[in-house]
């Protein structure tokens, strides 16, 4: 099963119209909102694309965590953001994920601007286009493996109908059909960051953001979730991995690395 066997944007059919997947006709991420970027015929735009990005924070002292970042990821790119603590990458972060807004300069998101979109128009965007994995795994340990991926289905614009079987379509991506009705702290570090991984790309999302993905997994562990983000990679997911870890960076197409607040490429 590829990743790309995962979704067709739609409706649900019993949500309305905020339920409208966004990039489906009518969406939230539609023509009707913003152009998704390029005319038929000519060149994708990229999913990620930073133009001048600055954050700043008042102070006293004021904080600049951002200064003129400019970054493109094109479609399929898998991308290491590498930085020590205090760089920038939290800042960055919360920029990709549409999470907070740049002080100056604009992010386009396949191509549609968001510094100034609307609160409901960037939450549809972040739902349904962006899959967000954290180093600390966010499941709720109450629910099983299965319960944990649905939820994640729920404001994403997946079809009601189409819920479950695209849950378990994802877990068997990540290996994890014989866990389904598993709850969290029955499984190791590693199952339980495939199971993050899962959730977060239940719904065909146009970029994988992951924060520190291995941050709390032993070396082996590490080495599972870095090779299952190569498979996805190499299935056309594109990718956006932030660490501090030269041996997870190694493993990207493409690597950046930021400092005081500055992003610069880096030669593989």
């Known amino acids: 099963m590829t990743w790309t066997e995962l979704g067709l944007p739609g409706t649900d059919p019993g949500g309305g119209p905020d339920a409208v997947a966004p990039g489906a006709p009518g969406g939230t991420g539609s023509t009707d909102t913003a152009a998704d970027g390029a005319d038929a015929g000519s060149a994708p735009a990229a999913v990620v694309d930073l133009v001048?990005?600055?954050?700043?924070?008042?102070?006293?002292?004021?904080?600049?965590?951002?200064?003129?970042?400019?970054?493109?990821?094109?479609?399929?790119?898998?991308?290491?953001?590498?930085?020590?603590?205090?760089?920038?990458?939290?800042?960055?972060?919360?920029i990709?994920?549409?999470?907070?807004?740049?002080?100056?300069g604009e992010y386009l998101l396949d191509g549609v601007p968001t510094g100034s979109a609307s609160e409901s128009v960037r939450s549809s965007l972040r739902g349904g286009r962006i899959g967000f994995v954290f180093q600390s795994f966010h499941l709720l340990p109450q629910r099983t493996v299965l319960d944990n991926v649905l939820l994640a289905t729920l404001y994403s614009g997946v079809p009601r109908g189409e819920r479950e079987e695209r849950a378990r379509t994802a877990l068997e991506r990540v290996h994890l059909t014989h866990r389904t009705t598993f709850h969290p702290t029955t499984l190791s570090g590693g199952e339980r960051q495939r199971v993050a991984v899962a959730r977060a790309i239940v719904a065909a999302p146009h970029l994988l953001l992951a924060d520190e993905p291995t941050g709390n997994l032993d070396s082996t562990n590490s080495a599972e979730v870095m090779?299952?983000?190569?498979?996805?990679?190499?299935?056309?997911?594109?990718?956006?991995?932030?660490?501090?870890?030269?041996?997870?960076?190694?493993?990207?197409?493409?690597?950046?690395?930021?400092?005081?607040?500055?992003?610069?490429?880096?030669?593989r």
């Not at 600055?54 to 004021?62: E, I």
């Not at 990709?96 to 100056?104: E, F, N």
């Open 52 to 94: 001048d990005v600055s954050r700043s924070f008042p102070g006293p002292p004021r904080v600049d965590a951002l200064r003129g970042v400019s970054l493109r990821v094109d479609p399929g790119e898998y991308v290491s953001i590498i930085g020590p603590s205090g760089s920038g990458k939290s800042t960055l972060l919360n």
């Open 96 to 104: 990709l994920g549409l999470l907070d807004r740049p002080t100056s």
């Open 227 to 267: 090779d299952l983000f190569d498979e996805l990679h190499g299935d056309g997911l594109t990718l956006a991995v932030i660490t501090h870890d030269p041996v997870v960076s190694a493993r990207a197409q493409r690597r950046v690395r930021i400092a005081d607040g500055r992003l610069e490429e880096l030669d």
